[in-house]
């Protein structure tokens, strides 16, 4: 439980240190050099927002241009879940196209962001709970009212494999909307049926954490299904 406990708890740090940069970036008033340091001083007590360079402005607003994030999904233990999931920034959506393989065939698997992208623990619990920055209870992600991370279900072949493409309003990349960069993926062992509180879809089979994509890496169209075939 310590464990567990640390590690929320370090990346709730630095999640709310790095949206913390990029809202101050966008939100630092423009003031004249002059009045700097009597605002430096201000009352006692109080805590100061030391002024931000040029660089650090720009670091921080260059969150906003990030348009594509990717997570990599590796099983848990005792799983043999995986697959790639890409996220595109549109203008007033955010595209998700999912390839997954070992999955129960033809079964529906609940699919979700969740908190946290911390994947220190082997049964994925360290991811968290549902991505809810909107408190709303658990829906599916068509429904009024739902969870912003929840992204309902993959529907796998008799293969095994899924794909899908969902394109939702309700998430950024990384813009004011909901953002999702740092935060987790996980594939459950059961159907999303959406009932409360998370849908009942039970232990976790593969876990990742959405990070920036290199964006010159072009998304495999059709995915080899030769695992030993060289990345790209
Ligand atoms: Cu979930
Ligand atoms: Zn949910």
């Known amino acids: 439980m310590t464990r567990l406990s640390t590690s929320t708890l370090a990346s709730l740090c630095v999640l709310t240190l790095t949206l913390g940069v990029a809202w101050a970036a966008e939100h630092a008033p ?21 002024p931000m360079d040029d660089m650090a402005k720009k670091r921080a607003s260059g969150w906003k241009a990030i348009m594509h994030a990717v997570a990599v999904l590796t099983p848990t233990e005792g799983s043999t879940v995986h697959g790639v999931v890409h996220f595109d920034q549109e203008k007033d959506s955010l595209r998700i196209v999912a390839e997954i393989q070992g999955l129960t065939p033809n079964q529906k698997h609940g699919f979700h962001i969740h908190e946290f992208g911390d994947l220190t623990s082997t049964d994925g619990s360290c991811a968290g709970g549902h991505y809810n920055p909107q408190d709303q209870p658990h829906g599916m992600p068509d429904a009024p009212q739902h969870h912003a991370g929840d992204l309902g279900n993959l529907q796998a072949d008799d293969q095994g494999k899924a794909h899908l493409e969902l394109t939702v309003t309700d998430l950024t990349v990384a813009g004011r909307i909901n953002p999702i960069l740092g935060r987790g993926l996980v594939i459950h062992a059961q159907p999303d049926d959406g009932s409360q ?7 976790r089979l593969a876990v990742g954490v959405i990070g920036i994509a290199h964006q010159t890496m072009d998304k495999p169209a059709e995915k080899p299904t030769d695992n030993s075939t060289p990345r790209k």
């Open 30 to 50: 423009n003031k004249p050099a002059e009045t700097a340091p009597a605002m430096r001083q201000g009352m006692p007590g109080m805590m100061e927002h030391p």
């Open 197 to 203: 509180p998370t849908g009942n879809a039970g232990a």
